[in-house]
């Protein structure tokens, strides 16, 4: 059996903060992605964005957390873009509802 390590990094370029998830995003993993989010959520210099690209599971928890990031993202005008969601991810956003509340823009 092949464990999905979840980890999470961020880069900056001149306009986004991009924080790329990968592996399993679960109950265990959530305080990891608060804790690397809480750094970032309240930037409005640039837009944030997450790029679920590698990210192989995510479960309620983790949808609370990007819940959380469009709310609080919302409130200070500021842009949140998820990317490169994978289809089974996506499948499940619909079915949450959330993603009629996902921006998945480009960053420019």
Known sequence: ???????????ETDSAIIVQVGGELDLAAAP?????????????????VLDT?????????G??????????????KAEFIVKNIPRSIKRLFDITGISGYINEGTVS
């Open 32 to 48: 990891e992605l608060r804790s690397l989010l809480e750094t970032v959520v309240n930037r409005t210099d640039k837009t944030l």
């Open 63 to 76: 949808i609370g957390i990007v819940v959380s990031v469009i709310k609080a993202r919302d409130e200070k």
């Open 1 to 11: 059996m092949t464990l999905n390590k979840f980890q999470a990094v961020i880069h």
């Open 53 to 61: 690209e590698r990210l192989a599971y995510i479960d309620s928890t």
